[in-house]
């Protein structure tokens, strides 16, 4: 399962979970081997022009659209939970929006019954990278692949948005 949520945030100031709804979330399931997606949908708050290639199911409200992702994160049952920043953005977004909501059923999103998922604040030292602050992220049953952590670790770029990254490797910013 690859995803990635889009919030709407306020003028100038960068997305705060605690005020700033989640307004899509995109996802793309793939079965290990195939070449084709077995799923390319959009979680959308209110309605949505229509999107090529994946299918729209629109919620009236934020709550109904986190409890439907929810819903349909744990029927997907991935073994690999993938995108670019979700360990340190997305997944904690994510969680503390629900928790804002008070959508109590939210953060489980692992194998193991009643194990709730957890945040953890990380930090990492070494000579060649320095000190980065990170998160952990217990999900019991699952792996998380963060690309934007791999690029991190492998290429010296000047810096890590994805709009910069895709120009880098693509040629072109994301779409």
Not at 2 to 20: K, L, M, N, W, Y
């Amino acid at each position: 399962l690859s995803f990635d949520i889009e919030c709407a945030g306020r003028p100038g100031i960068f997305p705060e979970a605690e005020h700033d709804q989640v307004i899509q979330i995109a996802n793309h399931v793939v079965l290990q081997g195939e070449t084709k997606a077995v799923v390319k949908n959009v979680f959308c708050l209110k309605e949505c022009a229509p999107i090529s290639g994946a299918q729209v199911l629109s919620f009236d409200t934020e709550e109904q659209l986190l409890k439907s992702w929810h819903a349909f994160m744990l029927a997907c049952d991935a073994d690999i939970i993938t995108g670019y920043n979700i360990v340190n953005f997305d997944i904690p977004y994510l969680i503390n929006r629900a928790a804002a909501l008070k959508v109590n059923s939210f953060p489980y999103f692992g194998r193991i019954k009643g194990c709730p998922t957890r945040l953890k604040d990380k930090v990492f030292q070494s000579k060649q990278t320095g000190t980065r602050e990170s998160k952990e992220i217990n999900i019991e049953g699952r792996v998380q692949f963060d690309v934007m952590a791999v690029l991190m670790r492998d290429y010296k770029l000047s810096s890590y948005s994805l709009n910069s990254v895709c120009a880098h490797f693509l040629g072109e910013q994301k779409e």
